[in-house]
């Protein structure tokens, strides 16, 4: 099983649309997914509940019976316990969402798994606290002397644009972004990152309320009307599963 943290010291800095995004990709590879969620405000816990009460306006899709979620409880044991649960089901992917803030069990939820990321939007203000987060999670190395093997660290560049996504390529003309963009841009260079971002899309943006990209996407296929919803929902799930394939790189087998 893999394990996922995703961390920031910044509340808003688009923790759980990476959740949200991952789990779409890895569900969409057939993925099993179980989401732990460890922020106060358990926007990661209450997806489907936002799902379920969402105005469709079509019929709405199922849920996942892939996908399944719960609430941190309790100390870094309660989560140990947690990982050997999901792991004894045949959870292939478990994904952690924290709370913001430079807190100690942050610190446990983020070593307690194979890869840690940071999303980073691409503007000065938030490259700083993202920059500050990925120094945090460095520096914790020092602090766990006896584990055998680190967790990964990854920046995410998250609510892209398109000019910065094509900037992203080899090779690439990125006269075509602004100042601020190459700022981050540059500097994201400089720090380990994974290769596929998280567009700036209003699909995004309602994540929330959609659940899953792929039930999403088929649903509004289905629908005359909302045919061209499903396209711009499939795109987002291209970047979607392109992120969760990155990220199954690392740690143990699924």
Known sequence: MKTISIVHKKGGAGKTTLAYMLASGALNLGLKVHLIDGDRNLQLANWKHRFEEYNWEIERPQWPHNLTHENLHGSIDGLYEALDKAERNGINLTIIDTRPGSNEDTEDIAYAADL???????????????????????????????????????????????????????????????????????????????????????????????????????????????????????????????????TLRYGGSV
């Open 116 to 246: 840690i990321l940071i999303p980073l939007r691409a503007n000065p203000a938030d490259y700083e606290l993202a920059k500050s987060t990925y120094d945090w999670m460095v520096a914790l190395r020092s602090s766990f002397p006896d584990m055998e093997q680190y967790p990964e660290i990854r920046m995410v560049l998250s609510d892209a644009s398109k000019g910065i996504i094509d900037a992203m390529a080899p090779e690439s003309d990125v006269s075509k972004i602004t100042k601020s963009e190459y700022f981050v841009l540059s500097q994201l260079m400089e720090m380990p990152f994974l290769d596929t971002p998280i567009p700036a899309s209003k699909v995004c943006e309602q994540l929330p309320f959609f659940g899953p990209l792929g039930p999403a996407a088929e649903a509004h296929e289905k629908n005359k009307g909302t045919k061209l919803q499903s396209k711009s929902i499939t795109k987002i799930l291209e970047f979607a599963t392109g992120l969760s394939k990155e």
